[in-house]
């Protein structure tokens, strides 16, 4: 495998290790902070960095780099007082020159990228992403958490950064519109693994931070115009980008289906957790012993049963889609809490709740749930006697 030294200055020891060389000779490398990937000649770009960035055609290589601190630091505290001063310096102690070289920086692990390729007949897209959403994800049109003014800016943990290599010719205006197809498969990917919002009830679509670049082979005979949803090239991106940011996520925080296959998972985007099911549970209304370390343990059990997650996410979407304008309030709880009925059922509780007392339409969806599944834990973990 081909090492590449960074020069001494800053990082020494630290070795640029080939990561991946693509059909057209773009080669990716890493080290323990940076992923480098030196460019041909006559490669276009788009991306979004502080330095060089937008539209270029002059560009020897981008890099994704994990600075330090990475959690909430602000311009004015990085070495060199600014974003653009601090690229510029990494770019040298990466060996690059700082003018022919643009930058995008995440607090992900680069150790944590991940890498798909995809291909037809001649076409060839790769996709290099790291990922996190677990500090800052968030979903379009949330609360914002900052403001840029007078020169002002923060940098935030978190962050997708997207890296896109296609072996084809995309002139600037294809380029743009694969950012879009790019964007909407990264929510494709967090959508499918119902990643929460940090700032709403809803389901996030990205970090607050996000960044890409689209690369394309301008000495390519194959010049490709458009890039969405509906062209071959369009279709590879997006499953590139699918696949790698599905696995960059898992990689750097662990989210994964199976991560995801637990109901109090499910429930914490409305603020719902262990805590509060204890508070539910042992308040005056609920009959029976409280013993909260067998409650926590029963409740981590149940909430891991499949049948139990597929109804909460079932009611979480009816919640959605209130909240969207697609369905009445009124006639979205009424069937929500028809839907509730079968619950003990579904847990193997052979008996029914009082369930005037246990379900009340004044109630929230949310809250009627939690109710009648702490009754269902705490029944289940044979704390619980007949409610009258």
Known sequence: MLNEKIPESG?????LKLLIETSSR???YRNDDSIVVKLPRNRNCLITSYINGGYSEDLEAVFNHQPQPTVHCSSKDMEGGSVEAYIKIHAGRLGINPD???????AAKMKNAAIATRSFRTLEVTAIVTAGIEVNGGRAGDPATWHEENGKSVYVGGTIVTIILVNAHLPAHALTRAVM???EAKTVA?????????YSTGIATGSGTDQICIISNM???????WTGKHSKVGELIALCVIEATTRALELQTGLSPDSQRDMLVRLERYGIDEKKYWEVASSPSFDGENKQALFIRTLREFAKKPAIVAMTASLLHICDEIGWGLVPE?????????MMKALPGLAGISRDPDWDWALDEKKSIIENWVWLSAWCVKTTGGTHHDQR
């Open 100 to 106: 022919k070289v643009a930058g995008m920086m995440t």
């Open 26 to 28: 773009e080669k990716a």
């Open 330 to 338: 009124l006639s979205g709880k009424r069937a929500a809490l028809s």
């Open 181 to 183: 197809t790019a964007t």
């Open 219 to 225: 000495d390519s005979p194959d010049v490709l115009t």
């Open 11 to 15: 990082n020494a020891g630290h070795e």
């Open 190 to 198: 967090i959508q499918q693994l119902m990643a929460p919002s940090k």
